[in-house]
């Protein structure tokens, strides 16, 4: 069977201190109505039911246990039995956070039992009883101020929600500012001058080449044209003169 969980505050307390109950749950109230703090004693049981079922059922559901101890408190068996262990494993194992209040005058019990180990709200030796009115409620708003913290650091975390994929166009990214110093732009300024200065002595050189080729190619057309000399003509070779016999 599955632990439920701890979402609630159990009182605990002696039926001889019902008074202080009532006092400490018009402080509670508030709690209950506005933020839906469910805060229960046994005198939310009704007649007829399985009261003792009823009260571990709520015990295993207590975030918070409240002890409102006084010598009728401590001297009672089913609270020594049946509540206080129960609470005490939860705050041990669970985390459960027990919050007490000495109502009535019960210093030397209360050193001995199992609750001296527990920070109370006030001291043994100082139970409400032989407060002031006023110091008396300003321990049960103290009471109220622990509770809305614990459940308020509580709080349920709402249902994921679905995921909704859009889809958009990208959009391009702009492109980073470059951040250009004086003397980046001084340095810049001079290798643009220095290019230009190469550019221009090019474009003089250039066309005094030109120059000069146009002035040869001038002064070529200009030149008298030089006669060519005649071919000599082309001698024969002479025969040998031939000498004729005559037949005598």
């Known amino acids: 069977m599955p632990t439920p969980a701890r979402t609630s505050v159990f009182i605990s307390y002696s039926h001889a201190d019902i008074a202080w109950l009532r006092l400490l749950s018009t402080h509670l109230k508030p709690l209950t109505r506005d933020q839906k703090v469910e805060i229960w004693s046994d005198q939310k049981i009704r007649k007829g039911a399985r009261w003792r079922e009823q009260i571990h059922k709520q015990l295993a559901m207590a975030r ?10 401590l001297a009672s068996d089913f609270i020594h039995a049946e ?20 109502v009535r005058p019960c210093a030397g019990a209360f050193k001995d039992s199992p609750l001296n180990p527990l920070q109370a709200m006030n001291g043994p030796d100082s139970p409400l009883s032989g407060m002031s009115k006023n110091q008396r409620e300003q321990i049960m708003a103290s009471v109220y101020d622990e509770l809305r913290s614990i459940f308020r650091g509580a ?16 959009v391009p990214k702009t492109p980073k500012r470059v951040t250009v110093t004086a003397a980046d732009k001084t340095a810049a300024e001079e290798a643009a001058a220095k290019a230009k200065a190469i550019a221009r002595q090019k474009a003089i050189a250039k066309k005094k080449r030109e120059a000069t080729a146009a002035a040869k190619k001038l002064a070529a057309e200009q030149a008298p044209a030089t006669p060519k000399k005649a071919a000599a003509p082309r001698k024969s070779a002479a025969k040998p003169a031939t000498t004729r016999i005559r037949k005598k």
Do not use: M, N
């Open 155 to 170: 709080a349920p975390k709402p249902a994921p929600r679905a995921k909704t994929i859009k889809l958009t166009a990208a």
């Open 64 to 73: 918070v246990g409240i002890f409102l101890v006084s010598a009728d408190f």
């Open 83 to 102: 509540e206080l262990p129960p609470l005490l494993k939860a705050a041990e194992l669970e985390g459960a956070t027990l919050l007490t209040v000495v």
